[in-house]
């Protein structure tokens, strides 16, 4: 990664949100015929955002547009260690097919001997999950919010077949707007069968037909959605427990308490998605019309954004 530049100049949070919106003014990911045709030398590589188990994601700008993305770098060798070189496919092939304004856009990829590189959204505040580490819970104006926005998305992936599979806050990014994105497509699947089999995802948030591996579909997202909600105004999962063990053994018995400040609005709508069995749950649909929901909306609305400016100077 040698391409280090010292600085590059600042993106105002309306403007980096407006062009990731807009498919027509990403000059990005037109600039391109063809994704083969991508290098690193296509880029001036900045400070790193974050490191996984298979690599990690670099502040990157495009030198001929200017453009400001995150190049997720990973490397081959522990792709191939771990088994994982068909989850990469599956997740490159679904994510770059969805336009959505609450899905965090894949333009595109490449690779050379030892790295693949995929070119992604630049999320300027990170995950959701590092801000409710930092506010330890949401108030209900800002739990609506996210929740309306992951549920806009998910209405969309169910549309186009798309089961996500491993929602949680660590996978929900924000942009320089404040808006939500959802991200990290290595679990999901295109699925226009409907039913899958396979046990994916994070413990704390696997509804109980994954974990005794019953038959699943797109239901198991509205299962997450109603763990997120509850996470966001409680500050921890429903079913979290010390031992793996312990917390399978809630998850199947359905053992979780709502506490009393959760106000009768969300506590509403936990209710009717935490529901052991898949087809009874709450529609994504009837979450978005939930009148809680609608009467946070103009609160949420009123707010401009997040007033910090996004610094990308120190690329």
């Known amino acids: 990664m040698e391409n280090t530049i010292s600085e590059v100049k600042c993106i105002k949070p309306q403007e980096s949100s407006q062009e990731v919106n807009n498919e027509n003014s990403i000059t990005l990911s037109t600039s391109k015929n063809n994704m083969s045709k991508w290098s690193l030398d296509d880029f001036d590589i900045g400070r790193v955002l974050g490191k996984g188990r298979f690599g990690s994601a670099y502040l990157a700008r495009e030198r001929s547009s200017g453009f400001v993305v995150a190049l997720k770098v990973l490397f081959k060798k522990e792709l191939e260690k771990n088994n994982v070189q068909h989850q990469l496919k599956r997740e490159v092939e679904i994510q770059y097919h969805l336009r959505h304004r609450h899905i965090l856009r894949l333009f595109g990829y490449f690779y050379d001997d030892q790295r693949i590189y995929l070119i992604l959204e630049y999320a300027a505040y990170g995950t ?103 996470e966001f105004l409680v500050g921890k999962p429903p079913f979290e427990t010390p031992s793996p063990q312990q917390t399978l053994v809630r998850i199947r018995n359905m053992a979780y308490k709502i506490p009393p400040e959760v106000s009768e609005g969300p506590r509403e709508i936990i209710t009717k998605l935490l529901i052991f069995e898949p087809n009874k749950r709450l529609s994504l649909e009837d979450i978005m019309k939930n009148e809680w929901i609608q009467q946070q909306r103009p609160i949420w609305n009123s707010i401009r954004g997040d007033k910090r400016r996004v610094q990308t100077n120190d690329m």
């Open 128 to 230: 959701i999950y590092t801000l409710l580490q930092k506010e330890k819970h949401f108030d209900e104006v800002k739990a609506a919010k996210y929740i309306y926005q992951l549920v806009d998305a998910l209405i969309y992936c169910h549309a186009k077949r798309v089961i996500h599979r491993d929602i949680k806050p660590e996978n929900l990014l924000l942009a320089a707007n404040g808006d939500l994105k959802l991200s990290d497509f290595g679990w999901s699947v295109h699925s226009p069968g409907s039913r899958r089999y396979t046990v994916c995802g994070t413990l704390d948030y696997l509804p109980p037909e994954m974990l005794d591996n019953r038959e699943h579909d797109d239901k198991v997202d509205n299962w997450s959605v109603g763990i997120l909600l509850y």
